[in-house]
Protein backbone atom coordinates (compact mmCIF):
# COMPACT_ATOMS: atom_id res chain seq x y z
CA UNK A 1 0.00 0.00 0.00
CA UNK A 2 1.45 3.35 -0.84
CA UNK A 3 -0.38 6.03 0.85
CA UNK A 4 0.43 9.85 1.22
CA UNK A 5 1.21 10.70 4.61
CA UNK A 6 1.55 14.54 5.83
CA UNK A 7 3.81 14.15 9.01
CA UNK A 8 3.36 17.86 11.02
CA UNK A 9 4.12 19.89 7.83
CA UNK A 10 4.20 23.58 9.18
CA UNK A 11 5.48 26.62 6.85
CA UNK A 12 6.26 30.25 7.94
CA UNK A 13 6.65 32.84 5.48
CA UNK A 14 8.55 35.94 6.12
CA UNK A 15 6.54 39.13 6.93
CA UNK A 16 6.25 41.35 3.67
CA UNK A 17 7.48 44.82 2.68
CA UNK A 18 3.99 46.28 3.38
CA UNK A 19 3.43 46.44 7.27
CA UNK A 20 0.08 46.01 7.13
CA UNK A 21 -0.04 42.30 5.62
CA UNK A 22 0.89 39.93 8.56
CA UNK A 23 3.49 37.10 8.09
CA UNK A 24 1.09 33.90 6.88
CA UNK A 25 1.89 30.64 8.57
CA UNK A 26 0.69 27.08 7.79
CA UNK A 27 0.15 25.45 10.77
CA UNK A 28 1.05 22.08 11.17
CA UNK A 29 -0.62 19.55 9.31
CA UNK A 30 -0.64 15.90 10.02
CA UNK A 31 -2.93 13.99 7.37
CA UNK A 32 -3.06 10.41 5.98
CA UNK A 33 -4.35 9.86 2.36
CA UNK A 34 -4.97 6.28 1.54
CA UNK A 35 -3.71 4.72 -1.89
CA UNK A 36 -6.84 5.50 -4.64
CA UNK A 37 -8.84 7.84 -2.35
CA UNK A 38 -9.75 11.51 -3.46
CA UNK A 39 -9.39 13.81 -0.98
CA UNK A 40 -9.95 17.36 -1.04
CA UNK A 41 -8.44 20.31 0.65
CA UNK A 42 -11.55 23.01 1.36
CA UNK A 43 -10.98 26.28 2.85
CA UNK A 44 -11.41 30.38 1.53
CA UNK A 45 -8.56 31.64 -0.61
CA UNK A 46 -5.16 32.47 1.00
CA UNK A 47 -6.09 30.13 3.64
CA UNK A 48 -2.89 27.93 2.63
CA UNK A 49 -4.37 25.33 1.44
CA UNK A 50 -2.14 25.98 -2.29
CA UNK A 51 0.08 26.41 -0.12
CA UNK A 52 0.21 22.93 1.67
CA UNK A 53 -0.41 21.28 -2.14
CA UNK A 54 3.17 23.05 -3.05
CA UNK A 55 4.25 21.61 0.26
CA UNK A 56 3.26 18.28 -0.73
CA UNK A 57 4.50 18.39 -4.41
CA UNK A 58 8.09 19.90 -2.96
CA UNK A 59 7.73 23.12 -4.68
CA UNK A 60 7.95 24.64 -1.77
CA UNK A 61 10.48 23.86 1.23
CA UNK A 62 8.84 22.94 4.44
CA UNK A 63 10.57 24.52 7.48
CA UNK A 64 9.05 21.18 9.82
CA UNK A 65 7.98 17.57 9.25
CA UNK A 66 7.99 15.10 7.08
CA UNK A 67 5.78 13.34 3.76
CA UNK A 68 6.08 9.94 3.13
CA UNK A 69 4.59 7.56 0.50
CA UNK A 70 4.26 4.16 1.75
CA UNK A 71 7.30 3.44 3.49
CA UNK A 72 9.50 5.87 1.76
CA UNK A 73 10.67 9.26 3.02
CA UNK A 74 10.78 11.65 0.47
CA UNK A 75 10.73 15.29 2.29
CA UNK A 76 14.05 15.68 0.70
CA UNK A 77 13.28 14.51 -2.64
CA UNK A 78 13.10 17.23 -5.27
CA UNK A 79 9.32 17.38 -7.01
CA UNK A 80 11.11 15.96 -10.75
CA UNK A 81 11.32 12.48 -8.49
CA UNK A 82 9.06 12.01 -6.69
CA UNK A 83 6.40 11.24 -9.50
CA UNK A 84 3.65 13.24 -8.51
CA UNK A 85 2.08 15.04 -11.23
CA UNK A 86 -0.01 18.29 -10.98
CA UNK A 87 -2.84 19.83 -12.78
CA UNK A 88 -2.74 23.95 -11.89
CA UNK A 89 -5.44 26.03 -12.38
CA UNK A 90 -4.49 27.03 -16.17
CA UNK A 91 -3.32 24.41 -18.03
CA UNK A 92 0.11 25.55 -18.68
CA UNK A 93 0.40 23.08 -21.60
CA UNK A 94 3.70 24.01 -23.56
CA UNK A 95 2.69 26.20 -26.46
CA UNK A 96 5.18 25.29 -28.59
CA UNK A 97 4.63 21.81 -28.62
CA UNK A 98 1.52 19.85 -29.89
CA UNK A 99 -1.04 18.56 -27.68
CA UNK A 100 0.54 14.95 -28.26
CA UNK A 101 4.01 16.17 -27.78
CA UNK A 102 2.49 17.93 -24.40
CA UNK A 103 1.12 14.47 -23.08
CA UNK A 104 3.82 12.06 -23.86
CA UNK A 105 6.46 15.29 -22.16
CA UNK A 106 6.76 13.13 -18.54
CA UNK A 107 6.85 9.99 -20.40
CA UNK A 108 9.97 11.70 -22.69
CA UNK A 109 11.32 12.67 -19.44
CA UNK A 110 11.94 9.25 -18.54
CA UNK A 111 13.33 8.22 -21.48
CA UNK A 112 10.57 6.12 -22.76
CA UNK A 113 11.13 5.47 -25.92
CA UNK A 114 9.22 7.96 -28.91
CA UNK A 115 6.82 5.31 -30.25
CA UNK A 116 5.94 3.99 -26.91
CA UNK A 117 5.55 7.52 -25.62
CA UNK A 118 3.65 8.38 -28.33
CA UNK A 119 1.17 5.45 -28.35
CA UNK A 120 0.71 5.91 -24.57
CA UNK A 121 -0.19 10.21 -25.08
CA UNK A 122 -2.59 9.31 -27.94
CA UNK A 123 -4.44 6.55 -25.80
CA UNK A 124 -4.61 8.89 -22.79
CA UNK A 125 -6.12 11.43 -24.77
CA UNK A 126 -8.84 8.82 -25.80
CA UNK A 127 -9.56 8.63 -22.35
CA UNK A 128 -10.36 12.23 -21.53
CA UNK A 129 -12.27 12.24 -24.92
CA UNK A 130 -10.20 14.49 -27.39
CA UNK A 131 -9.61 11.85 -29.75
CA UNK A 132 -7.57 12.90 -32.80
CA UNK A 133 -6.73 16.25 -31.43
CA UNK A 134 -2.83 15.25 -31.11
CA UNK A 135 -1.04 17.25 -34.04
CA UNK A 136 -2.99 20.11 -32.94
CA UNK A 137 -1.30 23.19 -31.19
CA UNK A 138 -2.72 24.24 -27.12
CA UNK A 139 -3.69 27.57 -28.86
CA UNK A 140 -6.01 25.92 -31.36
CA UNK A 141 -8.19 24.07 -28.21
CA UNK A 142 -11.14 25.74 -25.81
CA UNK A 143 -10.39 26.54 -22.13
CA UNK A 144 -12.20 22.89 -21.43
CA UNK A 145 -10.10 21.04 -23.93
CA UNK A 146 -7.00 22.30 -22.94
CA UNK A 147 -7.70 21.59 -19.36
CA UNK A 148 -8.31 17.79 -20.37
CA UNK A 149 -5.05 17.76 -22.23
CA UNK A 150 -3.70 19.12 -18.93
CA UNK A 151 -5.31 16.21 -17.14
CA UNK A 152 -4.22 13.74 -19.74
CA UNK A 153 -0.61 14.90 -19.64
CA UNK A 154 -0.14 14.59 -15.83
CA UNK A 155 -1.74 11.27 -15.75
CA UNK A 156 0.20 9.31 -18.76
CA UNK A 157 3.05 8.84 -16.42
CA UNK A 158 1.33 7.08 -13.87
CA UNK A 159 1.87 9.00 -10.75
CA UNK A 160 1.85 7.95 -7.03
CA UNK A 161 -0.30 10.85 -6.89
CA UNK A 162 -2.54 13.38 -8.56
CA UNK A 163 -2.37 17.08 -6.78
CA UNK A 164 -4.69 19.21 -8.08
CA UNK A 165 -4.67 23.07 -7.32
CA UNK A 166 -8.18 24.43 -8.50
CA UNK A 167 -8.24 23.08 -11.67
CA UNK A 168 -12.05 23.98 -13.05
CA UNK A 169 -12.19 27.12 -11.56
CA UNK A 170 -11.50 29.62 -14.81
CA UNK A 171 -13.79 27.05 -16.37
CA UNK A 172 -17.59 28.23 -17.03
CA UNK A 173 -19.60 26.66 -14.81
CA UNK A 174 -21.53 23.71 -17.06
CA UNK A 175 -17.83 23.18 -18.50
CA UNK A 176 -16.82 22.46 -14.68
CA UNK A 177 -20.08 20.43 -14.19
CA UNK A 178 -18.75 18.22 -17.01
CA UNK A 179 -15.09 18.23 -16.00
CA UNK A 180 -16.12 17.05 -12.84
CA UNK A 181 -17.90 14.16 -14.06
CA UNK A 182 -14.50 13.29 -16.26
CA UNK A 183 -12.29 13.53 -13.71
CA UNK A 184 -14.32 11.36 -10.79
CA UNK A 185 -14.86 8.96 -13.95
CA UNK A 186 -11.36 8.93 -14.52
CA UNK A 187 -9.92 8.60 -11.46
CA UNK A 188 -12.14 5.36 -10.52
CA UNK A 189 -10.74 4.42 -13.44
CA UNK A 190 -6.85 4.42 -13.01
CA UNK A 191 -7.19 3.98 -8.63
CA UNK A 192 -5.06 7.23 -8.49
CA UNK A 193 -4.45 8.85 -5.54
CA UNK A 194 -5.88 12.62 -5.53
CA UNK A 195 -4.91 15.72 -3.50
CA UNK A 196 -7.45 17.92 -4.95
CA UNK A 197 -7.40 21.89 -3.79
CA UNK A 198 -10.83 24.00 -4.25
CA UNK A 199 -12.66 26.78 -2.45
CA UNK A 200 -16.04 25.61 -3.95
CA UNK A 201 -18.06 23.38 -1.56
CA UNK A 202 -20.21 21.84 -4.12
CA UNK A 203 -17.26 20.59 -5.73
CA UNK A 204 -15.51 19.03 -3.12
CA UNK A 205 -18.34 17.40 -1.98
CA UNK A 206 -19.04 15.71 -5.28
CA UNK A 207 -16.27 14.64 -5.89
CA UNK A 208 -14.23 13.66 -2.62
CA UNK A 209 -14.54 10.47 -1.00
CA UNK A 210 -12.79 12.82 2.00
CA UNK A 211 -12.69 16.24 2.61
CA UNK A 212 -10.51 18.52 4.85
CA UNK A 213 -11.61 22.50 5.83
CA UNK A 214 -9.06 24.48 6.00
CA UNK A 215 -8.98 27.98 7.43
CA UNK A 216 -5.92 30.51 8.18
CA UNK A 217 -3.45 28.31 7.93
CA UNK A 218 -4.97 25.38 10.47
CA UNK A 219 -6.66 22.45 8.95
CA UNK A 220 -9.79 22.43 10.90
CA UNK A 221 -11.75 19.38 10.42
CA UNK A 222 -11.34 16.00 8.18
CA UNK A 223 -14.23 13.69 7.06
CA UNK A 224 -16.57 12.48 5.46
CA UNK A 225 -18.71 15.19 3.40
CA UNK A 226 -22.21 14.52 5.08
CA UNK A 227 -20.32 14.21 8.54
CA UNK A 228 -18.80 17.23 7.95
CA UNK A 229 -22.17 18.79 7.17
CA UNK A 230 -23.88 16.82 9.85
CA UNK A 231 -21.60 17.28 12.41
CA UNK A 232 -19.21 20.46 12.32
CA UNK A 233 -16.89 20.57 14.93
CA UNK A 234 -16.86 24.63 15.26
CA UNK A 235 -18.22 27.34 13.84
CA UNK A 236 -15.92 28.16 11.10
CA UNK A 237 -16.25 25.11 9.74
CA UNK A 238 -20.23 24.95 9.64
CA UNK A 239 -20.21 28.56 8.18
CA UNK A 240 -18.08 27.48 5.24
CA UNK A 241 -19.80 24.50 4.54
CA UNK A 242 -22.82 26.91 4.70
CA UNK A 243 -24.65 26.40 7.05
CA UNK A 244 -25.62 30.05 8.70
CA UNK A 245 -28.24 29.20 11.27
CA UNK A 246 -26.16 29.51 14.29
CA UNK A 247 -27.77 30.96 17.85
CA UNK A 248 -25.52 31.65 20.46
CA UNK A 249 -26.32 30.48 23.56
CA UNK A 250 -25.91 28.49 26.66
CA UNK A 251 -26.23 25.18 27.88
CA UNK A 252 -26.60 24.96 31.91
CA UNK A 253 -29.24 22.54 33.47
CA UNK A 254 -30.52 20.37 31.10
CA UNK A 255 -31.31 22.81 29.08
CA UNK A 256 -30.48 25.09 25.66
CA UNK A 257 -30.83 29.11 26.46
CA UNK A 258 -30.41 31.36 23.76
CA UNK A 259 -28.49 34.92 24.65
CA UNK A 260 -31.86 36.35 23.63
CA UNK A 261 -33.73 33.69 25.29
CA UNK A 262 -36.11 32.93 22.03
CA UNK A 263 -34.91 29.66 22.53
CA UNK A 264 -35.53 27.85 25.35
CA UNK A 265 -35.49 23.72 25.69
CA UNK A 266 -34.41 20.87 27.35
CA UNK A 267 -31.40 19.30 25.69
CA UNK A 268 -29.88 15.59 26.24
CA UNK A 269 -27.49 15.33 29.34
CA UNK A 270 -24.51 14.20 27.41
CA UNK A 271 -24.34 17.74 25.72
CA UNK A 272 -21.62 19.85 27.20
CA UNK A 273 -22.77 22.29 29.77
CA UNK A 274 -21.07 26.17 29.25
CA UNK A 275 -21.59 28.13 26.00
CA UNK A 276 -22.10 27.39 23.27
CA UNK A 277 -23.66 27.86 19.53
CA UNK A 278 -26.29 25.48 18.14
CA UNK A 279 -26.44 24.98 14.31
CA UNK A 280 -29.49 24.12 12.40
CA UNK A 281 -28.95 23.06 8.70
CA UNK A 282 -31.90 24.45 6.99
CA UNK A 283 -33.55 21.79 5.81
CA UNK A 284 -34.00 20.17 9.57
CA UNK A 285 -35.73 22.89 10.35
CA UNK A 286 -39.70 21.85 8.79
CA UNK A 287 -42.57 23.47 8.77
CA UNK A 288 -45.58 22.66 11.32
CA UNK A 289 -48.85 21.59 9.93
CA UNK A 290 -52.03 23.08 12.17
CA UNK A 291 -53.34 21.65 14.82
CA UNK A 292 -50.65 19.11 14.88
CA UNK A 293 -49.28 18.64 18.29
CA UNK A 294 -45.25 18.84 18.83
CA UNK A 295 -44.09 15.41 18.55
CA UNK A 296 -42.40 14.31 21.78
CA UNK A 297 -38.88 14.41 20.26
CA UNK A 298 -39.14 17.94 18.47
CA UNK A 299 -38.93 21.24 19.45
CA UNK A 300 -41.18 23.63 18.14
CA UNK A 301 -40.02 27.51 17.16
CA UNK A 302 -42.03 30.19 16.72
CA UNK A 303 -41.11 32.68 14.44
CA UNK A 304 -41.89 35.60 11.36
CA UNK A 305 -41.29 35.28 7.56
CA UNK A 306 -38.85 38.13 6.54
CA UNK A 307 -37.89 36.59 2.94
CA UNK A 308 -39.07 33.66 0.62
CA UNK A 309 -36.87 32.90 -2.58
CA UNK A 310 -36.93 30.18 -5.14
CA UNK A 311 -34.33 28.64 -5.65
CA UNK A 312 -33.38 25.46 -8.07
CA UNK A 313 -37.20 23.26 -6.86
CA UNK A 314 -37.50 24.36 -3.65
CA UNK A 315 -37.62 27.54 -1.59
CA UNK A 316 -35.33 29.22 0.68
CA UNK A 317 -37.40 31.43 3.65
CA UNK A 318 -35.63 33.29 6.08
CA UNK A 319 -37.46 33.58 9.32
CA UNK A 320 -37.19 35.91 12.40
CA UNK A 321 -37.28 33.84 15.63
CA UNK A 322 -36.31 36.31 18.17
CA UNK A 323 -33.01 38.07 17.08
CA UNK A 324 -31.98 35.36 15.06
CA UNK A 325 -32.68 35.10 11.35
CA UNK A 326 -32.98 31.17 10.63
CA UNK A 327 -32.80 29.68 7.05
CA UNK A 328 -34.86 27.22 6.14
CA UNK A 329 -35.77 25.10 3.19
CA UNK A 330 -39.66 24.69 2.03
CA UNK A 331 -41.01 22.42 -0.97
CA UNK A 332 -42.76 24.34 -3.37
CA UNK A 333 -46.00 23.12 -2.22
CA UNK A 334 -45.42 24.46 1.11
CA UNK A 335 -44.31 27.45 0.26
CA UNK A 336 -47.72 28.59 -1.76
CA UNK A 337 -49.61 29.24 1.47
CA UNK A 338 -46.97 31.18 2.81
CA UNK A 339 -46.12 34.80 2.44
CA UNK A 340 -43.81 37.41 3.62
CA UNK A 341 -44.44 38.87 6.93
CA UNK A 342 -46.54 36.18 8.36
CA UNK A 343 -46.22 34.12 11.53
CA UNK A 344 -45.33 30.61 11.44
CA UNK A 345 -44.72 27.47 13.64
CA UNK A 346 -41.13 25.15 12.78
CA UNK A 347 -40.30 22.07 13.97
CA UNK A 348 -36.89 20.70 14.60
CA UNK A 349 -36.28 17.05 15.13
CA UNK A 350 -34.21 16.96 18.27
CA UNK A 351 -31.52 14.31 17.03
CA UNK A 352 -31.11 16.69 14.00
CA UNK A 353 -29.81 19.39 16.60
CA UNK A 354 -26.31 20.36 16.77
CA UNK A 355 -24.24 22.34 19.27
CA UNK A 356 -20.72 23.56 18.83
CA UNK A 357 -18.59 25.71 20.88
CA UNK B 1 -13.47 56.00 -43.24
CA UNK B 2 -12.04 53.28 -45.18
CA UNK B 3 -11.61 55.53 -48.01
CA UNK B 4 -9.05 57.78 -45.98
CA UNK B 5 -7.42 54.69 -44.68
CA UNK B 6 -5.36 53.95 -48.04
CA UNK B 7 -5.02 57.18 -48.90
CA UNK B 8 -3.23 57.38 -45.01
CA UNK B 9 -1.63 54.81 -45.82
CA UNK B 10 0.09 55.87 -49.02
CA UNK B 11 1.40 59.03 -47.42
CA UNK B 12 2.82 57.18 -44.59
CA UNK B 13 4.55 54.81 -47.66
CA UNK B 14 5.87 57.50 -49.43
CA UNK B 15 7.22 59.72 -46.26
CA UNK B 16 8.87 56.74 -44.78
CA UNK B 17 10.12 56.17 -48.75
CA UNK B 18 11.36 59.98 -48.61
CA UNK B 19 13.29 59.28 -44.57
CA UNK B 20 15.09 56.27 -45.82
CA UNK B 21 15.18 55.41 -49.39
CA UNK B 22 15.83 58.88 -50.96
CA UNK B 23 19.28 59.07 -49.19
CA UNK B 24 20.31 56.22 -50.85
CA UNK B 25 20.11 57.77 -54.16
CA UNK B 26 22.68 60.38 -53.70
CA UNK B 27 24.68 57.57 -52.31
CA UNK B 28 24.17 55.05 -55.05
CA UNK B 29 25.00 58.15 -57.91
CA UNK B 30 27.86 59.49 -55.61
CA UNK B 31 29.64 56.15 -55.61
CA UNK B 32 29.61 55.71 -59.80
CA UNK B 33 30.14 58.95 -60.41
CA UNK B 34 33.75 60.82 -61.42
CA UNK B 35 33.82 64.28 -60.14
CA UNK B 36 30.56 65.14 -59.16
CA UNK B 37 30.68 68.80 -58.06
CA UNK B 38 28.32 71.75 -57.64
CA UNK B 39 26.20 72.80 -58.88
CA UNK B 40 25.18 69.77 -61.34
CA UNK B 41 22.22 67.93 -60.35
CA UNK B 42 23.83 64.44 -61.85
CA UNK B 43 27.16 63.85 -62.59
CA UNK B 44 29.03 64.32 -65.28
CA UNK B 45 30.31 60.92 -66.00
CA UNK B 46 30.09 57.78 -64.74
CA UNK B 47 32.79 55.49 -63.72
CA UNK B 48 33.17 52.09 -61.59
CA UNK B 49 35.87 52.75 -60.36
CA UNK B 50 34.92 53.52 -56.30
CA UNK B 51 33.42 49.77 -56.77
CA UNK B 52 36.33 48.03 -58.19
CA UNK B 53 38.85 49.45 -55.64
CA UNK B 54 36.02 48.77 -53.14
CA UNK B 55 35.31 44.66 -54.20
CA UNK B 56 38.54 43.98 -56.38
CA UNK B 57 41.02 46.08 -55.37
CA UNK B 58 43.93 45.52 -52.75
CA UNK B 59 41.94 47.41 -50.40
CA UNK B 60 41.31 44.64 -47.64
CA UNK B 61 37.36 44.71 -47.74
CA UNK B 62 36.60 40.98 -48.34
CA UNK B 63 39.04 40.65 -45.09
CA UNK B 64 37.51 43.49 -43.40
CA UNK B 65 34.05 42.11 -43.70
CA UNK B 66 34.97 38.61 -42.31
CA UNK B 67 36.92 40.31 -39.37
CA UNK B 68 33.32 42.33 -38.83
CA UNK B 69 31.21 39.89 -38.72
CA UNK B 70 33.57 37.06 -36.91
CA UNK B 71 33.77 40.00 -33.90
CA UNK B 72 30.19 40.71 -33.98
CA UNK B 73 28.97 37.16 -34.15
CA UNK B 74 31.77 36.40 -31.43
CA UNK B 75 30.40 39.31 -29.29
CA UNK B 76 26.82 38.57 -29.47
CA UNK B 77 27.10 34.76 -28.75
CA UNK B 78 29.28 35.76 -25.80
CA UNK B 79 26.19 38.34 -24.92
CA UNK B 80 23.62 36.00 -24.93
CA UNK B 81 25.96 33.22 -22.76
CA UNK B 82 25.99 36.44 -20.23
CA UNK B 83 22.69 38.00 -20.06
CA UNK B 84 20.29 34.88 -20.35
CA UNK B 85 21.90 33.99 -16.24
CA UNK B 86 21.65 37.90 -15.65
CA UNK B 87 18.32 37.92 -16.93
CA UNK B 88 17.12 35.29 -15.34
CA UNK B 89 18.86 36.26 -12.02
CA UNK B 90 17.71 40.09 -12.04
CA UNK B 91 13.72 39.15 -13.03
CA UNK B 92 13.58 36.17 -10.66
CA UNK B 93 15.39 36.96 -7.14
CA UNK B 94 14.72 39.13 -4.88
CA UNK B 95 17.58 41.04 -4.44
CA UNK B 96 18.86 44.18 -2.12
CA UNK B 97 19.59 46.92 -4.35
CA UNK B 98 18.21 45.72 -7.88
CA UNK B 99 18.39 48.85 -9.55
CA UNK B 100 22.22 49.53 -8.54
CA UNK B 101 23.13 46.40 -10.70
CA UNK B 102 20.43 47.50 -13.42
CA UNK B 103 21.76 51.13 -13.14
CA UNK B 104 25.38 49.62 -13.76
CA UNK B 105 24.50 47.46 -15.99
CA UNK B 106 22.42 49.86 -18.32
CA UNK B 107 25.13 52.59 -17.70
CA UNK B 108 27.16 52.09 -21.37
CA UNK B 109 24.03 53.22 -23.01
CA UNK B 110 23.76 56.24 -21.44
CA UNK B 111 27.46 57.32 -20.80
CA UNK B 112 29.24 58.06 -24.24
CA UNK B 113 31.66 54.69 -24.92
CA UNK B 114 34.76 57.00 -25.38
CA UNK B 115 34.65 57.80 -21.41
CA UNK B 116 34.81 54.18 -20.64
CA UNK B 117 36.81 53.07 -23.32
CA UNK B 118 39.94 55.51 -22.71
CA UNK B 119 39.76 53.30 -19.34
CA UNK B 120 39.33 50.06 -20.79
CA UNK B 121 42.19 50.96 -23.49
CA UNK B 122 44.91 51.53 -20.19
CA UNK B 123 43.78 48.07 -18.98
CA UNK B 124 44.27 45.99 -22.02
CA UNK B 125 47.41 47.98 -22.61
CA UNK B 126 48.40 46.29 -19.40
CA UNK B 127 47.45 43.41 -20.42
CA UNK B 128 48.47 43.06 -23.56
CA UNK B 129 45.29 42.26 -25.20
CA UNK B 130 45.14 45.77 -27.42
CA UNK B 131 45.44 45.05 -31.36
CA UNK B 132 44.04 42.14 -30.82
CA UNK B 133 40.60 40.68 -32.07
CA UNK B 134 39.83 38.92 -28.75
CA UNK B 135 40.30 42.59 -26.87
CA UNK B 136 37.99 44.09 -29.66
CA UNK B 137 35.81 41.50 -29.02
CA UNK B 138 35.73 42.34 -25.18
CA UNK B 139 35.17 46.03 -25.71
CA UNK B 140 32.25 45.58 -27.95
CA UNK B 141 30.52 43.85 -25.11
CA UNK B 142 29.91 46.89 -23.43
CA UNK B 143 28.16 48.89 -25.76
CA UNK B 144 25.93 45.18 -26.82
CA UNK B 145 25.04 43.43 -23.44
CA UNK B 146 22.77 46.35 -22.35
CA UNK B 147 20.31 45.90 -25.08
CA UNK B 148 20.62 42.08 -24.86
CA UNK B 149 19.89 41.69 -21.05
CA UNK B 150 16.90 44.05 -21.73
CA UNK B 151 15.53 41.94 -24.15
CA UNK B 152 16.07 38.84 -22.74
CA UNK B 153 14.96 40.37 -19.06
CA UNK B 154 11.46 41.15 -20.98
CA UNK B 155 11.13 37.33 -22.25
CA UNK B 156 11.32 36.32 -18.46
CA UNK B 157 9.03 38.87 -17.31
CA UNK B 158 6.24 37.09 -19.50
CA UNK B 159 7.41 33.44 -18.42
CA UNK B 160 5.98 32.85 -14.99
CA UNK B 161 7.55 30.18 -12.59
CA UNK B 162 4.16 28.06 -12.80
CA UNK B 163 5.94 26.19 -16.33
CA UNK B 164 9.16 25.65 -14.57
CA UNK B 165 6.73 24.03 -11.68
CA UNK B 166 4.53 22.39 -14.01
CA UNK B 167 7.90 20.44 -15.81
CA UNK B 168 9.27 20.21 -12.89
CA UNK B 169 6.04 17.90 -11.80
CA UNK B 170 6.48 15.85 -15.07
CA UNK B 171 10.00 15.05 -13.92
CA UNK B 172 11.93 17.67 -15.62
CA UNK B 173 15.22 18.04 -14.53
CA UNK B 174 16.84 21.72 -14.39
CA UNK B 175 18.40 20.90 -17.57
CA UNK B 176 15.43 20.10 -19.43
CA UNK B 177 13.26 21.91 -17.99
CA UNK B 178 15.64 24.70 -19.40
CA UNK B 179 16.04 23.39 -22.47
CA UNK B 180 12.21 22.38 -23.53
CA UNK B 181 10.47 25.31 -21.52
CA UNK B 182 12.41 28.54 -20.91
CA UNK B 183 14.49 28.79 -23.83
CA UNK B 184 11.90 28.80 -26.19
CA UNK B 185 10.15 30.97 -24.39
CA UNK B 186 13.52 33.08 -24.25
CA UNK B 187 14.13 32.47 -28.06
CA UNK B 188 12.14 35.74 -29.86
CA UNK B 189 13.63 38.12 -27.48
CA UNK B 190 17.20 36.30 -27.93
CA UNK B 191 16.91 37.01 -31.74
CA UNK B 192 15.72 40.53 -30.80
CA UNK B 193 18.65 41.39 -28.39
CA UNK B 194 21.02 39.12 -31.11
CA UNK B 195 20.09 41.98 -34.48
CA UNK B 196 20.83 44.60 -31.81
CA UNK B 197 24.16 43.14 -30.79
CA UNK B 198 25.45 42.74 -34.51
CA UNK B 199 24.21 45.49 -35.56
CA UNK B 200 25.92 47.53 -32.90
CA UNK B 201 28.91 45.73 -32.94
CA UNK B 202 29.33 46.13 -37.31
CA UNK B 203 28.96 49.77 -36.31
CA UNK B 204 31.52 50.83 -33.77
CA UNK B 205 34.21 52.78 -35.06
CA UNK B 206 35.80 54.54 -31.74
CA UNK B 207 36.15 51.21 -29.73
CA UNK B 208 37.59 49.25 -32.63
CA UNK B 209 40.21 51.96 -33.59
CA UNK B 210 41.14 52.44 -29.62
CA UNK B 211 41.61 49.18 -28.82
CA UNK B 212 42.35 47.75 -31.81
CA UNK B 213 45.04 50.24 -32.64
CA UNK B 214 44.42 50.15 -36.23
CA UNK B 215 45.62 46.24 -36.28
CA UNK B 216 42.10 45.12 -36.16
CA UNK B 217 40.58 46.65 -39.41
CA UNK B 218 36.87 46.19 -39.57
CA UNK B 219 34.87 47.76 -42.23
CA UNK B 220 34.10 51.42 -40.20
CA UNK B 221 37.60 51.49 -39.89
CA UNK B 222 38.08 51.32 -43.63
CA UNK B 223 35.54 53.12 -44.51
CA UNK B 224 36.22 56.24 -42.05
CA UNK B 225 39.15 58.24 -43.68
CA UNK B 226 37.54 58.16 -46.81
CA UNK B 227 34.64 59.79 -45.25
CA UNK B 228 36.41 62.12 -43.54
CA UNK B 229 37.72 63.88 -46.51
CA UNK B 230 39.44 61.15 -48.62
CA UNK B 231 37.23 60.23 -51.39
CA UNK B 232 33.14 60.23 -51.47
CA UNK B 233 32.95 58.12 -54.10
CA UNK B 234 34.39 55.06 -52.26
CA UNK B 235 33.16 56.36 -49.12
CA UNK B 236 29.45 56.16 -50.62
CA UNK B 237 30.41 52.39 -52.08
CA UNK B 238 31.45 51.82 -48.69
CA UNK B 239 28.62 53.03 -46.61
CA UNK B 240 26.42 50.85 -49.49
CA UNK B 241 28.37 47.83 -48.75
CA UNK B 242 28.06 48.16 -45.07
CA UNK B 243 24.37 48.54 -45.13
CA UNK B 244 24.12 45.95 -47.46
CA UNK B 245 25.89 43.41 -45.33
CA UNK B 246 24.07 44.58 -41.81
CA UNK B 247 20.58 44.27 -43.80
CA UNK B 248 21.78 40.84 -45.55
CA UNK B 249 23.00 39.97 -41.63
CA UNK B 250 19.08 40.83 -40.27
CA UNK B 251 17.16 38.78 -42.96
CA UNK B 252 19.46 36.16 -42.54
CA UNK B 253 18.78 35.69 -39.01
CA UNK B 254 15.51 36.46 -39.24
CA UNK B 255 14.80 33.49 -41.67
CA UNK B 256 16.84 31.27 -39.71
CA UNK B 257 14.19 32.03 -36.98
CA UNK B 258 11.36 31.64 -39.46
CA UNK B 259 12.44 28.51 -40.51
CA UNK B 260 13.34 27.11 -37.18
CA UNK B 261 9.72 27.88 -35.96
CA UNK B 262 8.63 26.36 -39.60
CA UNK B 263 10.34 23.02 -38.37
CA UNK B 264 8.80 22.83 -35.30
CA UNK B 265 5.28 22.95 -37.20
CA UNK B 266 6.27 20.85 -39.52
CA UNK B 267 7.76 18.28 -37.46
CA UNK B 268 5.01 17.94 -35.34
CA UNK B 269 2.74 17.73 -38.60
CA UNK B 270 4.31 14.91 -40.41
CA UNK B 271 5.61 13.31 -36.54
Request: aromatic residues 10%; neutral net charge.
Amino acid sequence: MSSLRIINIEKQYQQTQRKSDPAFSLQPVGLTINEGEFFSLLGPSGCGKTTLLKLVAGLLQADNGEIWVGDANITAVPPEDRRFAMVFQQSLLFPHMTVEDNVAFGLKMQKVGKKQRLADAREMLEHVGLKGFGLRFPDELSGGQQQRVALARALVANPQVLLMDEPFSALDPSLREEMRELLSRIQKQFRVTVLFVTHDREEAFQLSDRIGVMSEGTLLQVGKARDLYERPESRKVASFLGLKNSVEGIVAAGRFISADRSFDFPVEETIERGPCHLILRPEVVQLKILKEDPLEDSIQLSGVIQQLRFNYGFYTGTIQVGIYLLDCSFTSQQAEGLVVGQEIDVLVNKKDLWFVA
Amino acid sequence: MTKTRPFLKSILFTLLFILIGLPFIPLILSSVSFGWQWPNILPESFSFRAWEYVLLGSSGTWQAVSVSLLIAFIVTAVNILLAVPAANALVRYPLRGKWLLEAMLFAPIVIPPFVAVMGIHLTFLRLGLTETVFGVVLAHLSPTLPYMVRAVMISYNTLSIDWEDQARMLGAGSLSRFRHVVLPHLLPGIAAGASLSILISLSQYLITFIIGSGQVVTLPILLFPFISGGDPAIASAYSLLFAGIAILTLIGMDAALKKYYQNKKAGAENG
